[in-house]
Each structure stands twice: as structure tokens, then as C-alpha cells.
């Protein structure tokens, strides 16, 4: 499947460079306008993330994941700020499918554990992000020595199947998704899906992931730079309907 994005920061859906709050592009005033342009679009699949949330350590945009919710009825996945239960519940209650927790995996495993033995791993995904292989937290703002094979091997072992594994160093560049680490991750852990997150550009780079076994990418500023439109990507969903 390929999730497009809405990263939301100050009630808008925009894009960071490299992880970078202070270099942002506003690409929707209204970021439920835009998951409505994409519910009419067929896209079946939206990755959302809480920007402001990430940087408070807690849910801060509430409001407008709620009014997503209520204009988009395909899968539909939410991260950012996500450190306790409390915004587990709050979250999965609210009708999301599926919630994101990164920092709190790496900082809080046994709280990871717990929601994951509760509602399942098809509800809770493992958000990995960092650099040279190295685990990134706090929205990015807190780079970690801990490898992403370890912090991914204790979540397998833990029962979690879904990773989004996100290269800070190639989020928001257009440079292609790191194919090597991907393809590296999914075939140490194949018990895993490895989805995508850091550069995809187009259909041909999703196309050369899936060669390694990498079968689910996101997709952000490809989508606004025009380089995959959401016609392609809803005619690949609608081919792909595991997710």
C-alpha cells in the first residue's frame, strides 16, 4: 500500500525538510479539506502525523485528526506525541485504525508491549526513525545511539508486525528512499512489513522496494512536487488491498 502523508504543525498540513520544524512549506491551509481531496481521490490509506504533538509529548491536534477521521473512511494511521495509554485509547476510540508509537518504543518498551498484547498488532505500529542506523526520538530532536535492529528485534519479539521506518536524512529531500537499509531491515526481520518513509519519489522507486520485499511506502512531498499523483496511487491501493 502507499500511505500519502499530512504532517500537521499550527493547525496546517505542511512538510519539514530533514526533520527540520524550522524548515517547513505549508502545503494545505486546511488539512481536512486536503484528506477529503484524498477520500474522493479513492486512496484508501493516510499516514498522519502530529508534528506539534512530537515536540509537546502529547496529542495536540486532536481536533482536526477527529474531523479527518470523520471525511476519510479508508485506513487511516496517526503518529506523533503518542507516549501514554491515555493517547493510545484516545486515539483508537476516536475510530483510528491504527496508532504510531516511536518514541515511547524506544524509551518505554514495556508500555509498547502492553498495547500491543491489548489490541493487536494490526492496531499498533512501530515508528523508527533515525540516522546512519541509528534511532532518532522526540521528533527527531533527540538522536540516540541505539541501532534500529535492536529497537526492531525486542518489537518482533514483543509480537509487533508493522514498522515505518523513516531515514531522517532523506525525509523530505526527494532522493530516493534508502533501498539498502529497507531492503536490509526487512530481510533480517521477515516476519516484519517494513513500510517506506524518507525520499520516495515515484512509482519506480516504490516499484525497486518492493524487489526487496518492502511491499508499503509513504509518500509526502512527491505527492505536492507532482512526481506521483494520487491517481496512481489510488490505482496501486486498489491492486494492493492487504494493508
Known amino acids: 500500500m502507499i500511505f500519502p502523508a ?14 527540520d520544524f524550522a524548515k517547513e512549506t505549508i502545503i494545505n491551509p486546511d488539512p481536512v479539506d486536503q484528506a477529503s481531496q484524498y477520500e474522493a481521490a479513492g486512496v484508501g490509506a493516510l499516514h498522519l502525523v502530529d508534528l506539534d504533538g512530537a515536540k509537546a509529548g502529547k496529542p495536540v491536534n486532536v481536533d482536526i485528526v477527529k474531523r479527518v477521521r470523520a471525511s476519510f473512511t479508508g485506513v487511516l494511521e496517526i503518529g506523533g506525541g503518542i507516549r501514554d495509554k491515555d493517547a493510545v485509547d484516545l486515539y483508537l476510540e476516536m475510530g483510528v485504525n491504527r496508532v504510531i508509537l516511536g518514541s515511547v518504543a524506544l524509551k ?7 498495547v500491543i498484547a491489548e ?7 512501530i515508528g523508527v526513525d533515525g540516522k546512519n542506523g541509528k534511532v532518532a526520538a522526540e521528533g527527531w530532536l533527540d538522536q540516540s545511539d541505539v541501532p534500529m535492529t535492536d529497537l526492531i528485534g525486542a518489537m518482533v519479539a514483543a509480537g509487533a508486525k508493522y514498522f ?14 534508502n533501498e539498502d537499509l529497507l531492503g536490509s531491515l526487512q530481510e533480517q526481520f521477515p516476519t516484519a512489513r517494513i513500510v517506506a518513509s524518507g525520499g520516495v519519489r515515484h512509482l519506480e522507486d516504490i516499484k525497486n522496494l518492493e524487489k526487496r520485499g518492502v511491499v508499503d511506502s509513504i509518500v509526502g512531498k512527491a505527492l505536492y ?9 489510488a490505482a496501486f491501493n486498489k491492486e494492493n488491498t492487504s494493508c
Open 6 to 19: 499530512i504532517d500537521l504543525q499550527d493547525g496546517r498540513s505542511v512538510r519539514l525538510y530533514k526533520g
Open 108 to 114: 518505554n518498551p514495556e508500555l509498547t508491549k502492553q
Open 119 to 125: 489490541y493487536g498488532p494490526e492496531r499498533i505500529v
Open 164 to 177: 515505518i521506518v523513516t531515514d531522517v536524512d532523506r525525509d523530505g529531500t526527494m532522493q530516493g528512499a
Open 225 to 233: 512536487e507532482g512526481t506521483i499523483t494520487l491517481e496512481e496511487i
